[in-house]
C-alpha cells in the first residue's frame, strides 16, 4: 500500500512523490511494470482503472513511444532482412515518399486522417499504391508486435487522381523489323533479337551466362537476374537468383536465337581479344559492354533511343520504348501464332495464367484488321 506525503495511505500501487506529483504503477500484460502519474489522486485513480482496463481487454501497447521512423529500420532489417538488396532499395523508395509528414509520428498517433493526408499528397495513384502497401506491412507487422491494436491503413483510398490505365506498348511486325534494319550494325543488336525471341526480362538478359545456354538441346536455362542499384551511396552489380520458382525456367530456342547467341559468342571473343577484363565473378556473361564489364538496362535504353532517332529519320514514325517492350511483344506474336497460353506462362516464367493474358498479351491493329478479314470470309 502506497502512502502520501502526510503519511496518508493511497491504495495498492499508488503513491505520491516528493513533488507532490501521484503516480500509481501496475505490471501488464507485457511483464512491464507500467507508470502513470497525475497531478491529483482522484485523476491518477481514474488513469490507472482505464489502463488496467486496456490491458485486461489486450487493447493496449507495448511501448507508446515508437515513431514510424524507427519502426521503419526495425521493419526493413528484421522483417525484410532476406529480400535482395535492390528490393529493399524501392521499399526505401516507397516509404521516403510520405517519410516527412509521418516518419516522426509515434506509431500510437497513427491515424487514418494523417495518413490518407499524406497520402494524398503524392503525385500519381501508381505512388500512392505502393506507398500504402509499405505502410500496410509495417503496421500488419507492428499489431502483431503489439505495438499497435489496429491497422487502419487498410483503410487508405489511393485512386485519387483516377488516371487511366496505359495500355502496355506493344510492336507491331513492321516497327519491330524497322526497328531491327536500323539496329543491326549497333553494339546491342544481338540482345534485341534475343529479347524478341525468347520474352527474358532485362535483367535475366543481363545476367545470362554461357553455361546457361545448351546449344546441342537448342535450350536456355534462366537461372539468375543481374541487378544494378545504389548500396550506401555507391551503384552496384549483384547477380540474384530468380525471384520465385516460376522464374527458373527452361526456354527452347528458334533458330534465330540460336544464330543470334552464336554470333553474340565471336563478339565477346573479339572484346576478350582486345584485352578487355571482366571482374572475375563476371567472366562468363553473355551480354556485357565494350569494354567486357556488366551491361544495365540505362545502357541498353541509350542504344535504343539512337536507334529510335534512326527510324524515325527513316521516315517511318517510331515512339519511344523500353527493353520490357521487347517481352510484351514476344508474348503478343506467341499467341498470334497459335501457341498454347500455358506454354506461354511458362517460358514467362508467371506463377498465373491471368497474369500472362491481362498484362502480356495484347491486339495490336495489324491483328484486328487481320481478324475481321478472317470474320468476313466465314460470313461470306
Known sequence: MGKSLNGKELGTGISQRK???YQARFMNRFGKRQT???KTLHEVRQKLRNEQYNDEKAINVVDNNVTLDEWFEIWLNTCKKNCRSSTKGSYK????????ELGWRKLTGLNLIVMQEAINNLDTDNARKNSKKILVDMLNK????DLLVKNVAKQINTVISKEEKKERRVLTIRETESFLEQARDTFYYNLFVLALETGLRVGELCALQWQDINFRKRVLYVRHTLCYFSKDGKYVFEMHDTKT???RRTIPLTEKAVNTLKRQKLQKQEIVLKGKVAPKEYEN????????QPTQQFLINQCMDLIIRKVNKAGIELQPFTPHTFRHTFATRAIESGMNPKTLQRILGHGTLQMTMDLYCHVTEDTLFEEM?????RCS
Open 36 to 38: 502513470i502519474y497525475a
Open 93 to 100: 523508395t516507397h516509404y521516403n515518399r510520405i517519410k516527412k
Open 285 to 292: 556473361l553473355v551480354f556485357v559492354t565494350k569494354n567486357n
Open 142 to 145: 507492428a499489431v502483431d508486435t
Open 245 to 247: 520458382n516460376n522464374g
Open 373 to 377: 478479314e478472317k470474320f468476313e470470309r
Open 19 to 21: 513533488d507532490g506529483l
